[in-house]
């Protein structure tokens, strides 16, 4: 009898051990996806292939067709984006709208006051916000704060003007990270 248990005992802890290094055999990561609207967000593509063929994303898209712009996200291990969907561009007056798309130093100063190092989902955001008394401050890739506080329930992001950009869509990954759609535009100090 002690035979038998010894070889069942014996069969249990090397069937387990083999079952568990199955776990942690395989190297790849599942594919995350997501889907708004006609749009589906996978985290096997980077942040601009996720984007550049999404109707909501024009603007952005041509914004990132630019190379320096698109290797500052991309270089990061893992980086959080806020993505300015069109409908925030389109509400500006169009003077203005020109003015900011006409210039390159403050479209890449603002994508990268828009991104954050490391993968920060709304769970994050809105722990971080809690625990600094209703705003977290976020440090960007451009080195400066960014706030993001709750609002009726809402994330928010605001500028150091008191600009605001809501979070209309959250949580979807890309290739190196995390990112969440914005209607609206904040800047970095001393940008406009």
């Known amino acids: 009898m002690k035979l038998k248990n010894a070889i ?6 090397c069937f387990g ?3 568990s290094a199955q776990k942690y055999k395989s190297t790849k990561t599942p594919e995350v996806s997501k889907i708004l609207g006609e749009s589906n967000f996978t985290s096997s593509k980077s942040f601009y292939e996720n984007i550049e ?4 994303f024009i603007i952005l898209a041509k914004i990132l067709k630019n190379e320096s712009f698109r290797k500052t996200l991309e270089s990061q291990e893992m980086v959080t984006i806020f993505a300015v969907a069109d ?3 389109l509400n500006l007056p169009k003077k203005s709208r020109d003015s900011i798309l006409g210039n390159d130093r403050l479209l890449k100063t603002m994508m990268n006051f828009l991104a ?6 709304t769970y994050t ?4 916000i809690e625990k600094n008394g209703g ?4 440090k960007t890739l451009a080195g400066q704060n960014l706030g993001v506080r709750e609002i009726n329930g809402q994330l928010q992001l605001v500028d150091s003007e008191n600009r605001t950009a809501t979070i209309i869509a959250p949580d979807f990954y890309h290739k190196n990270g995390f990112f ?8 970095p100090p001393s940008e406009q």
């Open 8 to 13: 069942l005992l014996l069969f249990i802890v």
């Open 17 to 19: 051990a083999t079952i």
């Open 53 to 56: 063929e999404a109707p909501d």
């Open 87 to 89: 409908e925030a561009f």
């Open 116 to 121: 954050v190092p490391g993968r920060v989902d």
């Open 125 to 128: 955001l809105k722990s971080a």
């Open 135 to 138: 705003t977290a401050y976020l």
């Open 180 to 187: 969440h759609i914005i209607n609206g535009l904040v800047f």
